[in-house]
């Protein structure tokens, strides 16, 4: 039986910014997985999620091609990454075959409700990591993360793809996302193998060491957001031009310029830089979100935010905002203990997560 854990993701800073390739962000990869096993199959495979009821959906073959025996599913990502993976495989001569595919997942509450930790872009990469091992494809962890990103894209239709890059490689990530038009359009005319195998413009997964003497806490606000929404709200209000193609310019740059200076502050080992870079991008992603009137920071985001400031941190929204996690970055020395009674009160829920790196490095 083959059997892959994936991890979670937070973003921590240059959300937004990142969906433009080329555009900086930091992202960290978190210790709550996405668990996928694989076990051969005659016949008939199945795929099962615990989230989903317990319910495996059976399907078939017809032309070698994947069939569902329902209409509906809630397997929309397992679903493409698999679609995707077995095209490169039997573009290798891989001979395809069944199996039953089951995940069971730490990236929901015991009542099902999403923490914002990225459990799609985990499913999505967990499914194609625990194939290419099926298979014996061995694609190396970049053409894992491509083949993951145009399965997540196929489904999500937008997004950076960054929460693919953080499951895929695990620890700190320095990212930017490449240039999806020219993916697109050679998707279209290429062999999924010579896409893999090409380099994508403007894409950039490096990863970041962080000083010793930094601690990242985590607060959960209890309530979910649509990342997708959102960034297509963004979107929307520049077509609307409810934000002037300037204004968005500027953000684009200040983002950007925020994140470069975040990146020299963690290879310099240096806190208080980083806090501050973390202060800059709040207030940058404030703008935006007056700009546009989309609401990113959240009442709920703004407290855990102000009273992490309080207690001497740097706090901001992560990832999309509206709900879900907001980030603090402090000192090693600053005590956590007053943050965690104020959030408590202000019912913030502290996630106790660690940075997860891939044992050996990603595979
Ligand atoms: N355990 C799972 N089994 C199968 N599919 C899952 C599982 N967990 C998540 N998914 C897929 O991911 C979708 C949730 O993606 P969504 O973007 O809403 O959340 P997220 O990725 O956790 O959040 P965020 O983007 O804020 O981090 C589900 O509708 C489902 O299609
Ligand atoms: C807003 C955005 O920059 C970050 C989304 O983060 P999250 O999935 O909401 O944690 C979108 C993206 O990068 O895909």
Request: proline residues 4%.
């Amino acid at each position: 039986m083959i059997e892959v854990s994936t991890p979670g993701k937070l973003y921590i800073a240059g959300e937004y910014a990142v969906v433009e390739p080329g555009h900086l962000a930091v992202i960290a990869a978190v210790d709550q997985f996405i668990n996928v096993t694989i076990e051969s199959a005659t016949e008939n495979g199945s795929i099962q999620s615990q989230q989903y009821s317990d319910l495996p959906i059976r399907w078939t073959r017809r032309n070698g091609e994947l069939v569902l025996d329902h209409r509906e599913n809630p397997f929309h990502y397992i679903l493409a990454a698999i679609r995707l993976t077995e095209r490169y495989a039997k573009e290798q001569g891989t001979l395809l075959s069944f199996y039953h595919l089951k995940v069971t997942s730490e990236l929901d509450n015991s009542s099902g409700r999403k923490y914002g930790l990225g459990s799609s872009g985990a499913v999505t990469v967990g499914t194609v990591k625990a194939l290419n091992l099926f298979y014996d494809l061995q694609m190396d962890p970049l053409m894992q993360f491509k083949i993951a990103a145009l399965a997540h894209l196929a489904v999500q239709g937008n997004g950076s793809c960054g929460d693919i890059a953080a499951s895929c490689f695990g620890g700190w990530l320095a990212f930017s996302t490449f240039d999806h038009e020219w993916v697109k359009k050679r998707q279209e005319k290429w062999s999924i193998s010579d896409l893999l195998q090409s380099d994508w413009p403007k894409l950039s997964i490096q990863p970041l060491q962080t000083p010793k003497n930094m601690r990242l806490l985590i607060g959960w606000t209890g309530s979910p957001a649509s990342t997708s929404d959102l960034v297509d709200q963004v979107k929307q209000s520049k077509e609307d031009k409810s934000v002037t193609q300037k204004d968005y310019e500027h953000f684009l740059t200040d983002s950007n310029r925020c994140v470069e200076d975040l990146i020299d502050g963690f290879m310099a080992n240096n806190v208080v830089k980083i806090k501050k870079m973390i202060k800059k991008n709040r207030q940058l992603l404030q703008n935006l979100a007056k700009a546009t009137n989309v609401v990113i920071e959240t009442p709920a985001l703004k407290q855990l935010c102000d009273l992490a400031e309080d207690c001497g941190g740097a706090a901001k929204s992560s990832g999309a905002g509206g709900g879900d996690c907001g980030i603090v970055i402090a000192d090693q020395k600053t005590g956590i203990l007053p943050l965690m009674s104020k959030w408590e009160k202000a019912d913030i829920i502290p996630l106790p997560l660690h940075v997860y790196h891939y044992r050996g490095g990603a595979k």
